[in-house]
């Protein structure tokens, strides 16, 4: 009887493995789409304020960096279309902030200026 229940910690502590790998798997995938988001909004964040930068004649890359956590300046990307505004894209960095990785995200943002 002793070997049997010797068998059953042993499957207990296995399944304990298992379940704590799945739990620590379930949270770097919340932890990285949480990355996402953060950098979409702030992409979005640094359109704008290089947006209205571009609208006083400032320097709309200087202004969308200054926008960005340090981390995601290294990334950036603006383009300044043909149709006014600006589009700000950062790459997406991965579990923590020091890695880049190979998504990017972005967002525009433009100011009409009004005829004269």
Known sequence: MASRRE????????ELVAVVLVVLLVAAIVWQLALVGEAAWLSANAARVG???????????????????SALERGLEVE???????????????????????????????????AR
């Open 7 to 14: 068998n059953e910690q042993g499957q207990a502590s296995i």
């Open 51 to 69: 947006a209205r930068a571009e609208a006083v004649g400032r320097d709309p890359t200087a202004a969308a960096r200054s926008a960005l956590p």
């Open 80 to 114: 300044r279309p043909r149709s006014g505004g600006v589009h700000v894209s950062v790459r997406v960095p991965l579990l923590v902030r020091a890695w880049e990785g190979p998504v990017r995200v972005g967002a525009a943002s433009s100011l009409g200026r009004a």
